[in-house]
């Protein structure tokens, strides 16, 4: 944790926005309709209030804004864009505590681990910020008397689309590639939580000039689907589940919109024989991201254990699990939170019945904790099955929740064709002291983002990105960068005493 995000905790009612509006244009304005809709908080179930629900207009005027100030934007020097972005990532830094609370109250993740967030944003602000002079083209040698060069331009405004589980870290990280670029952004926060996404407008409200930074919130999927189909959006990026991922794609085809889809995983962790049984132990918990309720696309919640070492690491896995007990998500001592809301609860209730009828034991938790501090919210305890088959839905579908699956192998071809049968493949772990094993593996698996005795880790300047309906595009590098631009080809001929006119037919002579 940063030195300079440590400190008490502020006032609750202090982290609120003061603003609930639609912010575009350097404004506030209420929804044209008049609409809103309330938030809970999952882990009370206390309303956080309401917040406007755009409609069809509210989009447009937000979309007009950006478009409006997006000449400015692009031509302003990228050295004054990365000051801007700079800027940006020291107020969050400075305001690290309450964006953390106010997305603990909000989304029901742990406070502590969300305090991680905001040094994760701050740090892809910078990361971009830094990276502005690398948006360079090539000059292509045509002669003494012509110059044919490439450019890259920003292609003009962008939506993102967040998802729920890192509401803050979506709304500001994912901004900062496309604004580093020259576009000018128009955020949809999730409607689960869009508190601090709101928050994030007001204190950067005088950071960049009006229309370039932009926040629409709406419930349901109009306020989306609106994005995605406008003619004046360039390009929209998504994190969020294959179903949506495929909607977007879908409404983006009649204006041939470019995307950038992270989308679901369900994600191995295969442990060899030779790894040692601790250390898989430890990451085994590590990688399903029980301190986000295991709401995390990247969660490795299949687990692949070599029967050499199988029972060795079930043994040693309740100690690891029993730091993870949900609490409540804005206390410090909170090491897992809360389920996002009540349809994702129910969800992944049903999947723990469904395991137990399809044949799994069910070794670890699986229960609604009933301590009289949590009633209200949306709790699961951390659940583990094994005796799991490549066949059941716990092997096969993304749960989005605290529920880890355990396979036991013995045959390299069977296991790879297991790990590799899914349609998904985000990431994938491998546990081994065998380095040409591990890089055997790290070939053979069908997974964008791979670890080798490690888990769950992000590394900016690495591409991170899926495979088949785990995505299209790479985040968190260079390649994100870039795929907020567009290449020119310019085509100069020098004048020539005596020369003959424009070369014929666009033939080289």
Request: with cysteine; charged share 20%; glycine share 8%.
């Given at each position: 944790m940063d030195q300079d995000m440590a400190g008490p905790l502020p006032d609750t009612a202090m982290v609120l926005p003061e603003h609930r509006a639609l912010f575009y244009g350097g404004a506030w304005h209420d929804a044209a309709q008049g609409r809103t809709f309330e938030v809970f908080s999952p882990g009370s179930g206390v309303s956080l209030g309401r917040v406007p629900d755009a409609a069809d207009e509210d989009v447009d005027a937000a979309v007009a804004a950006a478009r409006q100030a997006f000449p400015g934007w692009r031509d302003t020097a990228p050295a004054a864009r990365a000051q801007c972005l700079r800027a940006a990532a020291q107020?969050?830094?400075?305001?690290?505590?309450?964006?953390?609370?106010?997305?603990?109250?909000?989304?029901?993740?742990?406070?502590?681990?969300?305090?991680?967030?905001?040094?994760?944003?701050?740090?892809?602000?910078?990361?971009?910020?830094?990276?502005?002079?690398?948006?360079?083209?090539?000059?292509?040698?045509?002669?003494?008397?012509?110059?044919?060069?490439?450019?890259?331009?920003?292609?003009?405004?962008?939506?993102?689309?967040?998802?729920?589980?890192?509401?803050?870290?979506?709304?500001?990280?994912?901004?900062?590639?496309?604004?580093?670029?020259?576009?000018?952004?128009?955020?949809?926060?999730?409607?689960?939580?869009?508190?601090?996404?709101?928050?994030?407008?007001?204190?950067?409200?005088?950071?960049?000039?009006?229309?370039?930074?932009?926040?629409?919130?709406?419930?349901?999927?109009?306020?989306?689907?609106?994005?995605?189909?406008?003619?004046?959006?360039?390009?929209?990026?998504?994190?969020?589940?294959?179903?949506?991922?495929?909607?977007?794609?879908?409404?983006?085809?009649?204006?041939?919109?470019?995307?950038?889809?992270?989308l679901g995983g369900k994600n191995a962790l295969i442990a060899r024989p030779d790894s040692d049984p601790q250390a898989v132990a430890c990451a085994v918990v590590a990688g399903m991201n029980f301190a986000w309720c295991g709401q995390s696309c990247g969660s490795t919640s299949r687990v692949f254990l070599h029967d050499d070492i199988h029972d060795e690491v079930l043994r040693l896995l309740p100690a690891q699990l029993a730091r993870f007990r949900p609490g409540k998500p804005e206390s410090p001592a909170t090491a897992m939170g809360a389920i996002v809301d009540e349809r994702q609860h129910a969800r992944i209730l049903a999947f723990i019945k469904q395991g137990q009828e399809q044949g799994a034991q069910l070794i670890y938790g699986g229960n609604v904790p009933t301590e009289p501090a949590l009633a209200g919210g949306f709790y699961i305890e951390p659940t583990v099955f094994t005796g799991v088959t490549p066949a059941m839905a716990l092997a096969r579908e993304e749960i989005f929740g605290p529920v880890l699956s355990i396979l036991r192998w013995h045959d390299e071809a069977s296991l790879l064709r297991d790990v590799n049968g899914l349609d998904l493949g985000l990431t994938c772990s491998i546990w081994t002291r065998d380095l040409s094993a591990a890089l055997r593996l790290a070939h053979a698996v069908e997974a964008g983002y791979v670890w080798v005795n490690e888990v769950g880790r992000h590394f900016l300047g690495a591409p991170y990105g899926g495979f088949k309906q785990s995505g299209t595009g790479r985040e968190e590098c260079l390649e994100e960068l870039l795929a907020f631009t567009q290449s020119k080809n310019v085509h100069v001929r020098f004048d020539r005493t005596g020369g003959s006119a424009a070369g014929q037919g666009g033939v080289e002579e």
């Open positions: 107020i969050v830094r400075e305001h690290a505590q309450a964006l953390a609370l106010l997305d603990a109250l909000d989304c029901g993740n742990a406070f502590q681990a969300l305090l991680g967030d905001a040094a994760i944003a701050a740090a892809q602000l910078d990361f971009f910020a830094g990276l502005v002079t690398e948006i360079k083209g090539d000059t292509i040698p045509m002669g003494a008397d012509r110059l044919n060069y490439s450019l890259r331009e920003p292609l003009g405004v962008v939506a993102r689309i967040a998802a729920f589980n890192h509401p803050f870290m979506f709304a500001a990280g994912k901004m900062a590639a496309p604004l580093a670029a020259g576009n000018t952004v128009v955020i949809k926060p999730p409607e689960q939580a869009p508190l601090s996404a709101l928050r994030l407008a007001e204190l950067l409200q005088d950071v960049f000039p009006p229309g370039v930074l932009n926040v629409v919130c709406g419930s349901g999927k109009d306020t989306g689907r609106r994005l995605v189909r406008h003619p004046d959006v360039a390009k929209v990026g998504l994190i969020g589940s294959v179903a949506a991922g495929k909607a977007v794609m879908r409404d983006a085809a009649d204006t041939l919109k470019p995307l950038l889809l992270e």
